[in-house]
């Protein structure tokens, strides 16, 4: 692996056409033009000689590419002995080589394949599943390693039917190895011939796409008595194979959450092991990519659940980079932002004749959204939704809209969070916050008598909210209690009316959707409270 920057010589940066150089081009004019040629291993040395996560992952891809060279050697090796068993009417062992692609394409078009998104058994990793369409109506069950073919869960693959006399029913049993597999597939067959509810059987020939990701691991415990640098990797999603990773220093990684990615090779037939084990091994190869932390500690079992779930932000990398920062306004306590005057002029100003208020949970940091209504003086009825306006702070493709875009969401945890935008917006600028002036983007609603929708009229604006309520106290407010906790009575009366009209306008509004199908959906909120030391002395399930 080579990395080089590759700079024309002076007589030939005028010209329009495209120019190749060679590596032994550019070996010559290092010297007279400034040009570096060096590997990639003389690079780290060279600008990064204090960075062991580079130099560690440097290694991890030698040692795959390593591997990848070696199972090349081995595939050679089992093609001749395949031909001689072939030759001697022996059956090989290991998986069935893939269809080409093109005759996959025709037996899905032709109805003879099925292909589809493979979904692993949760509590049957030897129980498989893809959808088979109206033509099936309903699921294919795919059973076992051998029929899965090296296919792992998320993969798009082509499914053949197997034959009617192997169809079943599926199995409701855990499995963990073969032993327990085969005697799920023993209770599947005997409640097949009790049961009308089968299904049909099928085998991948071949797949579509990989679902590549990475996977958080953990070393099995022999392997660090075996010594050796190959060993086995237990992921901790439970639908995952033990996955091979070859690492210098095993005991280095032991009881450590590591961060590995599969390395497969789609034109091989099998899942090779190295070192003469046999070569229908059912553990896919991978490689190291960074250890996360000791096990059963706080911080790392958080970074193993962001990289399951494939959430670009981690403990290390949760800080925005510096051109994001610099692309934020001044939100000082010696220099608190205020709205631009210019932009004022553009914007619909709701200040002083809407009252405006929020309704979050306790202690509730980015208030993104308030609301506001008021009856007008022709009878109707004003109701209005303001969203924090924060485009107007993050512009298209800058730096920090490509870093919100990659965390795509705020994300929230028993005891932190994860945020998609800086504080500096979230918590203040973009935060309708009480008292303070905000732009917003809002919906107006102008309703009748009956609450029937008489206008509307979309648009950006800059509000002053009244109040950051809570629901608890919107709640009292709502059943007519005469003082509120943490409201002044004067904010209090003044707020009583509006919430009062809301709830009126939400029962209407709810009615004609139930009345029209709606489907309204609940759910439990969890509530964690914890203590200094960061452990958790009480759940509450709201």
Known sequence: MQSCRMVPPPSKRASTNSVTFTQSDLTSQESSVGIVVCSVKQYLDRFWPGCAVLHELMGSLKDAVFEEDLTLERIRMTGKVGELLKKSNVGEPGYEEYKAADELEAGVKSGRYFQGVLRVSPS??????????????????????RHRNRAVHGDVVVVELLSENSWTVPANSMSYDLDMAKAAEEVGEQLARQSSEIRPTGRVLGVITRNWRSYVATVQEDAIDQGGNVLLTIPLDPIIPKIRVRYGDVRAISRQRIVGEQLIFLGHNRWLLLYGRPTTSQYPNGHYVRSLGPIHQLDTEISAILVEHEISVSQATQGFSEASLREMPEDTQQNPWKPDPTELKRRRDLRETHTVFSIDPPNCQDIDDALSVRDLNDGTVELGVHIADVSYFVKENTQTDLEARARGTTVYLADRRFDMLPAVLSERICSLRGNVDRFAVSIMWTLDQSYNILSTWFGRTVI?????MEYEQAQKLLNGAKSVEGLDQSLAQKLRQPILRLAEVLHVFKARRSAKGALELESSEVKFRMEEGQGINDINIL
């Open 124 to 145: 049957n990793r030897d129980q498989a599943y893809i959808n088979g369409g109206s033509k099936i109506g309903g699921d294919i069950l795919i059973i076992g390693n």
């Open 464 to 468: 002053r909210s009244a109040c950051e």
